[in-house]
């Protein structure tokens, strides 16, 4: 008997392979009894999560991305992490492209953040999120009393 999520997944693997890896991977869909998306990895891998050379998915891990979060080299993405970064939220090394860009060496973007910016965007957002931890604590006590 094959469950729903056995019928809607799919899943290829070429034959050829390099250093163990299929030259390309495609595994989309669920696990039937955990539910966690599947994991494709290869040379060329496509899936929920996608891990190798050029990787296409949700979430893809590579030297080349596209995804809706992508860390990689060269990163397509919602959310992209690399060397070149383009997508709506980029952080780049070299070249960030997007909406939100963070970049050392060169961004384009309609929001441009520098590393001064983003520290202090670190610092105040610990210091609320302390805040808060500080004020339920607080609260715990006074309910425990």
């Known amino acids: 008997m094959t469950t729903k999520s056995q019928r809607n997944n799919f899943e290829y693997r070429s034959k050829e392979e390099i250093n163990g890896w299929p030259l390309i991977h495609i595994n989309l869909g669920t696990h039937p009894e955990t539910g966690q998306p599947l994991v494709a990895k290869g040379v060329v891998a496509i899936g929920n999560i996608a891990i190798g050379i050029v990787s296409i ?79 339920r604590k607080a609260k715990a006590l006074r309910l425990q009393s």
């Open 57 to 135: 998915g949700a979430a893809a891990f590579g030297i080349v991305t596209v995804a809706g979060f992508g860390l990689g080299i060269v990163s397509l993405a919602g959310i992209a992490i690399g060397i070149v970064a383009l997508g709506a939220i980029a952080l780049g090394y070299e070249v960030a492209l997007g909406a939100v860009v963070f970049s050392s060496k060169f961004a384009l973007g309609a929001i441009i953040l520098d590393a001064y910016f983003l520290g202090w965007s670190l610092i105040f957002a610990a210091f609320i999120a302390l805040v808060i931890w500080g004020l």
